[in-house]
């Protein structure tokens, strides 16, 4: 039927011809494009090399013409080869070794790091700590990440440096006494600050727009939250509290450190201040010489040398005794919605950045509020006193529960300051888990759900 052309056989050998052909074609073609692009990865490859070369260089040259300079306008990038106090050998750290001429010492290396002069007089470095093992309380650990979180917030939103120390730097130097040694070595390790600020691990803000008031404070080295009344006429254990502390970076301060330790356990006197303590303070519980009752004698008994150096701040809530300010903290936010309804400005959206710019602007609304006890103000610190929340021993006038869900509230409470430029915030100052999204304009346009 089919004719011979047709046949499947007649058909083989035109058509093996046929696809030799092009599969030499194709094998050539790809041959191309493989060299072709390897050419082209080759010369992509120097072209990338020579590219970051000038890109470096670029930004090199723009980090010599701009300094280096991060968003404060210092140079971090910048140390002379100039010898400074850092390279005495004989200058030592620790707390036992006096420091000599710290203010001329200071004063050159600012003259050498001319970017950190500006506004040296007002820069912070807070310092803080917890011990080196972890807390034989089951939620200490959790507990104080989340209060050194909060201390973290605190310094981010006013650009203050942090150091978090966590291993002893004297070994006889424990538990209270460990800020000392501690708070010396942050002082030569930050002569570009002018002031040093101990926040113990228990205490947090919870007004995270405040700002210290250092001008109240140019004439003192050392502020501490206290009242005259109960150090001189009363004699009082609690007429300070030391777990919190400002002090300047300043050879007055390096001296007074010094003699402040010697009260402590490296003291050749240490057992006979604890009795001496115990004898002029009637109210002071434990035997052992302890950091507080070594600073409030130090007052009562050298008041002509201290105490114009010494500034006892009682007007706020330089640190405040949690019993009495938990209970506040509804009545507090109520009030700072109201002032909200009345102000478009504070009900602005913003950057954290600026939250310094809102804080001044709420100022306003405050004036009446007053400070301290009584105060619908928010408190500054709210320090958990007694509680130990990493090693669970707390005092016995209070439950641990009452200790540990108080500080929830309390770190909730200042959390909801943060989250709120996050666009969030708890509902519920009791349930740390839930946050629910701000709306629009809030207060106006209604709470939180």
């Not at 093996?16 to 010369?43: E, P």
């Not at 009344?229 to 300047?248: D, H, P, Q, V």
């Not at 939250?355 to 500054?380: I, M, T, V």
């Amino acid at each position: 039927m089919f004719s011979q052309d047709y046949s499947p056989f007649s058909m083989a050998k035109p058509s093996t011809r046929h696809k030799s052909s092009l599969s030499d074609g194709c094998i050539f073609l790809a041959g191309a494009f493989v060299a072709l692009l390897l050419v082209w990865s080759v010369s992509t490859f120097f072209t990338s090399i020579r590219s970051f070369d000038t890109l470096s260089e670029s930004n090199a040259a723009s980090d010599r013409q701009q300094g280096g300079c991060d968003m404060g306008g210092v140079n971090l990038r910048y140390d002379p080869p100039e010898e400074t106090f850092y390279d005495d050998p004989q200058l030592s750290y620790t707390v036992e070794k006096k420091v000599e001429n710290w203010d001329e010492k200071r004063k050159q290396w600012l003259k050498s790091h001319p970017s950190f002069a500006a506004g040296a007089a007002e820069r912070i470095v807070m310092v803080t700590g917890s011990q080196p093992s972890p807390c034989k309380n089951p939620i200490g650990d959790h507990l104080l990440l989340r209060f050194f979180k909060n201390k973290v917030d605190y310094c981010r939103i006013h650009g203050y440096d942090i150091f978090y120390n966590n291993v002893l730097l004297h070994p006889k130097m424990k538990s209270f006494w460990a800020k000392i040694p501690i708070v010396k070595a942050a002082m030569l390790a930050h002569p570009e600050a002018e002031w040093i600020w101990w926040v113990d691990s228990d205490a947090l803000f919870t007004d995270m727009e405040f700002k210290l008031p250092l001008h109240r404070y140019k004439n003192h080295n050392v502020v501490v939250h206290g009242w005259p009344r109960m150090i001189y006429e009363e004699k009082s254990w609690t007429s300070i509290n030391a777990g919190i502390f400002l002090i300047r970076n300043c050879q007055w301060s390096m001296d007074f450190l010094q003699t402040w330790a010697k009260m402590g356990p490296i003291g050749p006197d240490y057992s006979k201040w604890g009795q001496i303590q115990r004898s002029t303070f009637k109210d002071k519980l434990f035997p052992e010489s302890d950091d507080q009752a070594a600073l409030i004698y130090l007052l009562y008994k050298e008041k002509e040398k201290y105490y114009d150096n010494i500034y006892l701040e009682g007007v706020f809530y330089f640190e405040g005794y949690w019993v009495e300010i938990l209970p506040t903290y509804d009545n507090i936010t109520e009030k700072y919605i109201e002032i909200e309804q009345r102000s478009r400005t504070l009900r602005r959206r913003h950057a954290e950045k600026v939250s310094e710019f809102y804080g001044a602007e709420k100022e306003q609304y405050l004036k009446d509020a007053g400070n301290g006890r009584w105060s619908w103000r928010r408190p500054f610190i709210t320090h958990f006193t007694g509680c130990q929340p990493c090693s669970g021993d707390h005092n016995q006038m209070y439950s641990g529960e009452t200790c540990w869900s108080g500080m929830v509230k309390a770190l909730n409470f200042a959390d909801n300051q943060v989250l709120r430029k996050y666009g969030f915030v708890h509902p519920n100052l009791r349930d740390s888990s839930l946050v629910s999204p701000v709306p629009f304009d809030y207060p106006e346009e209604g709470p939180w759900g």
